[in-house]
């Protein structure tokens, strides 16, 4: 991106500035910024949109392929820098580099056979693959000949795979035999075959190898994809979108119900993840960046994937976990890599400053400039030791708040520019237009404030809706507080204006930075023979940041069990039915749940029985059944 001046805020003047402008005039401010990208024709007009029916429509008619300008864009000013740096599970195996220029030839490689295949604009393609390269592929692969991707995070379980693949109505899957993990091995395939009872659109399902263990495979659905790679030409022009066009749908979990498709287009996605990977994280062209999110979640798809990408970057892509083979794995890969940039998520980070600091002192870390944060709220414990140990306190920390939804990151400093502070995600980005609301709808001024977190003007990469339910996207987002985005967060405002998030004020719980409904989890928890009904919230975990405590009521004939082995059973369910991500931390069966007279279930007094305090309930004179409180807290004690 040979930037022109708005495109790098590299001072705080500068930033005050562009985001006076920005507010003042957010069309402008980014059509000047959407002229850094490579367009095939350009747009006629920047934005369209309504908050209320939650409409938006960025650089309207505007042309252009996303691939175009994260690959063929780099080829003559940098066609051997390495793209993808994949570092292996197995610290024995080779690192791989792949530059740009192979990069280009594997993703056109992949687009003919996809279309070969019969893959054609607007299908959708579910992928399903471990963090290993020709995860980004298909993924580049897809757009580059206009297919929709919908990634789902390998770690998930057959159904969860099957209830999104039938959402979206995919057409082809992309998976690999298995994956590695630690020390463990998935066997991937097994899983999509058992998802695939239940998915009639899949017509072909394209299969790499990585384990090299034996599969399954299904005449006439099942293709080895190394076999049709071989055959594939490497060049594949890139298909013509619409800067409307949806790019992909990534599934987040819903407060209530199935998980929600949420749609991201190609313009406004593109010009709004290049622009915050530059800013965010003052990225330079001889960085190493390395995401530590698997591209199964948005900030692997924004961060990793194309803001790296689009800004000419050498991304880091790592297949295993932290832990493995021990606890140094994450400092051994930067001392290795000579990494710049690290991005994380705050439970990786409280979980390995939990162990022996000699971990991190055997490695040199002093190639890092920038450290990132990112999924939940950091705790000043946290931030601290990643400060002190981690950046050796000459790296800035930029703590990104953002989501699913919002395709981008919208509050965080700006590394070197923006004055840091322990937890907090400090200023809006240019173009985001943040309001603390209260539960009337009432918007609150000034500042040392907090409420509800609100977004009052659409930025580029704000989601379009979600897949097949507009009507749903609206009533999630935009009907709270008319005439706002409604984030599901909390935050206060301190007295420069720092913006702090507090956490989810909905039933959505994020464990270990995975963001869980509530809703669906007990869904799965209810179908399990037993199980009469449940409740789940959420309770702090020194690790995880939140972990889940279920409320269970038994059916009659299941109340004489072996509790301890039942409780197996359940968590073995949810794992099943979700994932294992969704396990709970706690079980405790009761007879009842504290109910409303209009049959809601009371979670604030949940809440505060499982987070321990149970000094002040407030009014439970209006209960259904009051008496329950007591007994649910003798049980706790
Ligand atoms: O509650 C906020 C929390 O993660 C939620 C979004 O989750 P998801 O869509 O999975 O995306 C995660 C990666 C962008 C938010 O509503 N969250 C995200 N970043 C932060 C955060 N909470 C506090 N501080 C953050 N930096």
Redesign the pocket.
Known sequence: MENRSSFTINNLEKYFRQYRRSVRAPRKFWSEIAQNYEWMSPWEKVLEYDMNDANFSWFIGGKLNITQNALDRHISIRPDKTAILFEPNDPNEKAQAISYTELLSRVNQLANVLKKEGIQKGDRVCIYLPMIPELAISVLACARIGAIHSVVFAGFSSSAVAARIQDATCKMVITSDGGYRGNKTINLKGIIDEALISCPTIEKVLVFRRTNEPVNMVPGRDLEAAQLLEQASNHCEPTIMDAEDPLFILY?SGSTGKPKGMVHTTGGYMVYTGFTFKNVFQYQEEDIFWCTADIG???GHSYLLYGALLNGATTVMFEGIPSYPDFGRFWEIIDKHQITHLYTAPTAIRSLAKESLSWVEKHDLSSLKVLG??????NEEAWHWYDDHIGHKSCPIV???????TGGILISPLPFVTPTKPTY?TLPLPGVQPALVDDKGNEIEGNRKSGNLCITFPWPSIARTIWGDHQRYKDTYFKAYPGKYF???GALRDEVGYYR?T??VDDIV?VS???LGTAPIEDAINEHPSVAESALVGFPHDVKGNALYGFIILKDEAVQTDYEQLKKEINQHVSDHIGPIAKLDKIQFVSGLPKTRSGKIMRRILRKIAEGDFSNFGDISTLLNPEIVEEIVKGVQ
């Open positions: 987040t979640w948005i900030t944060s990112v999924g939940e709220p950091i703590d990104t708040w953002w989501q699913t939804e995600a984030t599901g967060d998030i956490g989810r994020i930075g995975h963001n």
